[in-house]
């Protein structure tokens, strides 16, 4: 069965910089996207970036641009978010999710569990 | 304040029908296909709809969908109390060069 296991959150001091890994199993990795999607506590959902099947294309949501950076390794099954100049508005549960299809095609079928990143002094 | 306008709550007893609205524009619901997905209380969202109005083969038929324009909706029939979720609306935006998501409804059902 499709599994998707992010780790790596954690309580983060204002402008340092945090890496997230969300790990794969039960299908073909290559053959999909992965998006990062995150929720401030209390609030709703807010979709961070995509990576394509190859790596080949990457797309940010401008609250992240220039700061987060998605990257996946396909002999690993493994996607990264890495994120620097944190905010405390960065706070949330961040979900990996797969895209239906190898490109962004904005329906996410599969979501990890979440993995909680606090920014805080 | 979220691309996609959802009503923030809605309501209604077991065995009813209701109807969450997604309202957006040209260049998100007018151009590119709406998936729906549902979160329950401490868990992580589920797709209940893509491409419009495809479901999974195991969301129910009680769940269904419509589009006209720049609009969304989902329809629930014959409500069940473990509907009680938020449900979030979601499609790319062009202008943005983003996914945006509605900002969510909270299903209560009575």
């Known amino acids: 069965q499709v599994q998707l296991v992010e780790s790596g959150g954690g309580v983060v001091q204002p402008g340092r910089s945090l890496r997230l890994s969300c790990g794969a199993s039960g299908y073909t990795f290559s053959s999909h996207a992965i998006h990062w999607v995150r929720q401030p506590p209390g609030k709703g959902l807010e979709w961070v970036a995509v990576i394509w099947y190859d790596g080949s294309n990457k797309y940010y949501a401008d609250s992240v641009k220039g700061r987060f950076t998605i990257s996946r390794d396909n002999s690993k099954n493994t996607v990264y978010l890495e994120m620097n100049s944190l905010r405390a508005e960065d706070t949330a549960i961040y979900y990996c999710a797969r895209d239906r299809g190898p490109v962004a095609g904005q329906s996410f079928d599969y979501w990890g569990q979440g993995t909680l990143v606090t920014v805080s002094s | 304040q979220s691309v996609l306008t959802q009503p923030p709550s809605v309501s209604a007893a077991p065995g009813q029908k209701v109807t969450i609205s997604c309202s957006g524009g040209?260049?998100?619901?007018?151009?590119?296909?709406v998936s729906w997905y549902q979160q329950l209380p401490t868990t992580a969202p589920k797709l209940l709809i893509y491409d419009n109005h495809k479901r999974p083969s195991e969301i129910p038929d009680r769940f269904s969908t419509s589009k006209s324009g720049t609009s969304a909706t989902l329809v629930i029939t014959g409500l069940q109390t473990g509907d009680e979720a938020d449900y979030y609306c979601a499609t790319w935006d062009t202008s943005l060069g983003e996914v945006v998501f509605g900002g969510g409804t909270k299903l209560t059902v009575l």
């Open positions: 040209i260049s998100n619901i007018g151009s590119y296909s």
